[in-house]
Nanobody
Framework: QVQLVESGGGLVQAGDSLRLSCASSRTISNDMGWFRQAPGKEREFVAAIRWSGGNGYYADSVKGRFTISRDNAKNMVYLQMNSLKPEDTAVYYC?????????????????WGQGTQVTVSS
C-alpha cells in the first residue's frame, strides 16, 4: 500500500503561481503524475514523470505553464503551476501509475491521493 498526501493548493488570482507537493509514504519506482477534476467534469490527466525523472510530459492545456518534478530521496513529487487561469480551477490529485507507460488514463493509476483544491479567480 502507498499513501499519498498532497499539499499546496489554495485560492489565487489569474496569472499567479502555485506549487503543489505530493508526499509518498514509501519509495516509489513507478511513474508518477497529477490529475485534476473540475466540478461536473471527468478527471483529466495533467502531467507525469518517470521514476528516473527527466522533462516529464503534459496535457496540451498546461504545456509551457506547468512543470512536474520529483525528488526520489524525499519521496516527493511536485507540480509548479505558473500563469494560472480560471480554467485551471479543480481538485488536483497525485497519482502513482501501474509500472511504467506512456498512457495516463484514470484506469492506469494504482494509487490516488486525497486531492488538494486549486481555485483561480479572474
Amino acid at each position: 500500500q502507498v499513501q499519498l498526501v498532497e499539499s499546496g493548493g489554495g485560492l489565487v488570482q489569474a496569472g499567479d503561481s502555485l506549487r503543489l507537493s505530493c508526499a509518498s509514504s514509501r519509495t516509489i519506482s513507478n511513474d508518477m503524475g497529477w490529475f485534476r477534476q473540475a466540478p461536473g467534469k471527468e478527471r483529466e490527466f495533467v502531467a507525469a514523470i518517470r521514476w528516473s525523472g527527466g522533462n516529464g510530459y503534459y496535457a496540451d492545456s498546461v504545456k509551457g505553464r506547468f512543470t512536474i518534478s520529483r525528488d526520489n530521496a524525499k519521496n516527493m513529487v511536485y507540480l509548479q503551476m505558473n500563469s494560472l487561469k480560471p480554467e485551471d480551477t479543480a481538485v488536483y490529485y497525485c497519482a502513482v501509475r501501474y509500472g511504467h507507460g506512456s498512457t495516463w488514463n484514470p484506469q492506469d493509476v494504482a494509487y490516488w491521493g486525497q486531492g488538494t483544491q486549486v481555485t483561480v479567480s479572474s
